[in-house]
């Protein structure tokens, strides 16, 4: 069953703008942890951010910030300001072993962002 | 900043052969994984590597795959006899803290 659901295939934005970039999850674990990654034309995985279930406050690594709304499974990616570089596919993961956390990421299908000048 | 190193970054290779694809995870790691991306779509789940033993396994890994951990810095994933359907970016990546999966720039499989 599809856990990861990211409903953008592609967007487009102006450079300077903010983005957000939708993920919606499902899981029955009260301990699950949401990832979101970069992913460059030149192929490479870059991690970006980190929610965990628990967490108190929303996750921002500088321009990156995920608006997390438990009750809605939902784990939006905002990018401020966004940037040429910032042209590349986005995906949002989760781990949802509470067991284990060093659990297997399961991915959803990506958002592709063009940065437009 | 440590990184994850794949090698090849590019194969080609002949359906039925073997390849052998090359990782050295982050020194202080202790879980290992692979993963793919088949092209244009999302990346999946292969395997997962623990204290020198698999700790869990998706349907893809089926016994054309094979994990080892030859010395204390390679993780290799073989697969025995490649089909064209292999053909796909492979993600090497490793994990100390609960949060910090770093992922290698991958190795792209082509199989013709």
């Known amino acids: 069953a599809q856990k990861i659901t990211q409903t953008q295939p592609g967007m487009f934005v102006q450079e300077k703008e903010a983005v957000t970039l939708d993920c919606t999850y499902d899981?029955?674990?009260?301990?699950?942890?949401l990832f979101w990654y970069k992913q460059p034309s030149s192929g490479e995985m870059i991690f970006l951010i980190y929610?965990?279930?628990?967490?108190?406050q929303n996750a921002t690594e500088g321009r990156y910030s995920l608006n997390f709304q438990k009750a809605r499974k939902s784990a939006n990616l905002v990018i401020s300001a966004s940037q040429l570089g910032d042209s590349a596919m986005y995906f949002c993961?989760?781990?949802?072993?509470?067991?284990?956390?060093?659990?297997?990421?399961?991915f959803g299908a990506g958002t592709q962002v063009v940065v437009t000048p | 900043e440590p990184e994850v190193t794949q090698t090849p970054s590019h194969q080609v290779t002949q359906m039925g052969q073997e390849v052998i694809l090359r990782c050295v995870p982050i020194?202080?790691?202790?879980?290992f994984y692979w993963y793919r991306q088949i092209l244009g779509q999302k990346v999946e789940f292969l395997v997962s590597?623990?204290?020198?033993?698999?700790?869990?396994k998706s349907e893809i890994f089926d016994d054309q795959f094979s994990v080892e951990r030859p010395d204390g810095s390679n993780f290799t994933l073989k697969i025995r006899s490649t089909k064209l359907e292999d053909s796909a970016m492979y993600f090497c990546?490793?994990?100390?803290?609960?949060?910090?999966?770093?992922f290698g720039s991958g190795t792209r499989l082509t199989v013709v």
């Open positions: 899981t029955s674990d009260p301990s699950y942890g």
């Open positions: 990546a490793s994990t100390l803290r609960r949060y910090g999966y770093t």
């Open positions: 590597f623990y204290n020198n033993e698999i700790s869990e």
């Open positions: 993961a989760m781990r949802d072993c509470p067991t284990d956390s060093w659990g297997k990421l399961q």
């Open positions: 929610q965990g279930s628990y967490d108190q």
């Open positions: 020194s202080n790691h202790l879980y």
